[in-house]
């Protein structure tokens, strides 16, 4: 058992999510090798945000167990699970509006800032030295994701595709192992799309990461992911290449059945 946990960086085995009498997941069984990018696609209501929920501890699982390298992260808190090296956005960009691009950087790194409050309001020289490290390593941070020249911008302020590339800043900034992004390519044009594939590609291979995403855009899944897990209805319908996805009978039905539903 050990040893085969080794080998990957997340493994999600058998979880369900049950809502009273709605099973949202059934039955989920997930792995993730280290710098592997894995899809998580499904028609609307298929459990792909609740899958994310229940790996970054929002939810517990009804049943199931969630292994993160080698520890058991079922159930546990979700801070306790950004500490360990679990990091994600979500659907509806969440960045500090009043603060600044920096300052948003830096309050998601806190999770990694290593003094007390006490040494932080008598200014002790440690916390001073603490603090001009985090403040360097959070430029150095915008730098790779090509921030830095926004830095003082309000976040808010900046154009689109760049909010959710803050966003994802922040989540590095916690220095994760695995990242989950939920709808990285959301309201983006094709020209916005194709430059976030490159710069997932790009964060995948600097920071040495695993990415799991959920997504709608096919382009955007298939130009990326090296493996893919389609839910409908709670239920695992498919896993495997973008190849095999694509050609999967069931995964075709699944999702003209939602055209022909909203026709
Ligand atoms: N906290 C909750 N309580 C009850 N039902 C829930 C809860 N969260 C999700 N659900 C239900 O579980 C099902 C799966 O929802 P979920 O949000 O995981 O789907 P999804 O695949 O992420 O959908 P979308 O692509 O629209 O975001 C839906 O029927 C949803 O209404």
């Given at each position: 058992m050990v040893n085969s946990l080794q080998e990957k960086v997340l493994r999600v085995d058998n979880i369900t999510m049950q809502f009273g009498g709605l099973r949202a997941v059934s039955n989920l069984n997930l792995d993730i090798a280290p710098q592997q990018i894995v899809g998580l696609i499904g028609p609307n209501g298929a459990g792909k945000t609740t899958a994310f929920n229940m790996i970054t501890g929002v939810y517990k699982p009804t049943s199931g167990h969630i292994y993160f390298k080698d520890t058991?992260?079922?159930?546990?808190?979700p801070n306790r699970i950004t500490e360990l090296g679990i990091a994600r956005t979500f659907q509806n960009i969440r960045l500090f509006s009043s603060m600044s691009v920096l300052e948003n950087v830096m309050i998601s790194k806190h999770v990694r800032l290593k003094a007390n409050p006490l040494e932080a309001i008598l200014g002790l020289p440690r916390y001073t030295r603490a603090h001009k490290r985090h403040y360097e390593e959070c430029m150095q941070l915008l730098e790779q994701v090509q921030l830095a020249d926004l830095a003082?911008?309000?976040?808010?302020?900046?154009p689109y595709g760049k909010q959710r590339r803050l966003e994802i800043a922040r989540a590095l900034a916690t220095q994760p192992e695995l990242i989950l992004l939920d709808?990285?390519?959301?309201?983006?044009n094709p020209q916005e799309s194709l430059d976030l594939m490159e710069f997932i590609g790009r964060v995948r291979d600097e920071f040495g990461l695993s990415v799991l995403m959920i997504e709608h855009h096919m382009e955007v899944v298939m130009g990326i992911c090296e493996h893919i897990v389609v839910l409908d209805h709670g239920e695992t319908i498919a896993q495997g290449t973008p190849q095999e996805i694509q050609n999967n009978q069931q995964v075709i039905e699944a999702y003209l059945g939602v055209v022909e539903e909203s026709a």
């Open positions: 058991d992260i079922t159930g546990l808190k003082d911008e309000k976040a808010t302020s900046l709808e990285p390519a959301a309201g983006m």
